[in-house]
């Protein structure tokens, strides 16, 4: 009885060791993979400046693009500077942006995992003017001159619109503020 009584407890011992044994390898398998899985992000950086001023360009767009569509963008930060982590490694088209400037793209640029590739943007100022747009005559006048001042009481009951512009039906109702500000000066 003492010999199958100690076979048992060698017999759980031995199973408990190869348990933990199995746990260790598990975890070690799982911290690997996650190390691998970290370090397959490509990081592309920079900065985008004005070309004939070299000031920074605030919330200006990058996009990393491949032939047929954009992949993922960004914006830039108060100082010109972006940063882009993607997980997908290759070469692409990197384009830069920004209102009032021509955008600019760079062909072939190539991200790699777990590397930073950095690229920096001159933009120009767009030549690209809008026509002057001038107004002429107008039918009805939005401020009347010859008034100095205008109360007006407002809500949602007694306000209509017509013709573009708004009127006052009613201003006997007690529960109306009145709104004052409008002055017209000579």
């Keep these: 009885m003492i010999y199958v009584f100690t076979?048992?407890?060698?017999?759980?011992?031995?199973?408990?060791?190869?348990?933990?044994?199995?746990?260790?390898?598990?975890?070690?398998?799982i911290l690997i993979a996650n190390i691998e899985g970290n370090s397959q992000t490509g990081i592309i950086r920079g900065r985008i400046l004005d070309e004939t001023t070299s000031e920074p360009l605030a919330f200006a767009n990058v996009t990393i693009?491949?032939?047929?569509?954009?992949?993922?963008?960004?914006?830039?930060?108060?100082?010109?500077?972006y940063i882009i982590k993607t997980n997908c490694a290759g070469i692409f088209i990197i384009r830069a942006s920004y209102v009032g400037y021509s955008s600019q793209q760079i062909n072939g640029v190539e991200i790699k995992n777990?590397?930073?590739?950095?690229?920096?943007?001159k933009l120009k100022l767009s030549s690209k003017?809008?026509?002057e747009i001038e107004i002429t005559d107008y039918k009805i006048?939005?401020?009347?001159?010859?008034q100095r001042s205008y109360n007006v009481a407002v809500n949602s009951s007694n306000t209509s619109v017509k013709s573009g512009r708004a009127s006052v039906k009613n201003q006997t109702n007690q529960n109306q503020a009145p709104i004052t500000g409008l002055n017209s000066r000579k």
């Design 7 to 29: 076979r048992t407890v060698f017999t759980h011992t031995k199973k408990l060791i190869i348990m933990y044994q199995c746990f260790l390898i598990t975890t070690v398998l």
């Design 65 to 81: 693009e491949d032939s047929t569509k954009v992949i993922i963008g960004a914006t830039t930060d108060s100082t010109g500077n």
């Design 114 to 121: 777990g590397v930073i590739a950095v690229q920096d943007f």
């Design 129 to 131: 003017q809008l026509d």
């Design 141 to 146: 006048p939005l401020i009347d001159k010859s």
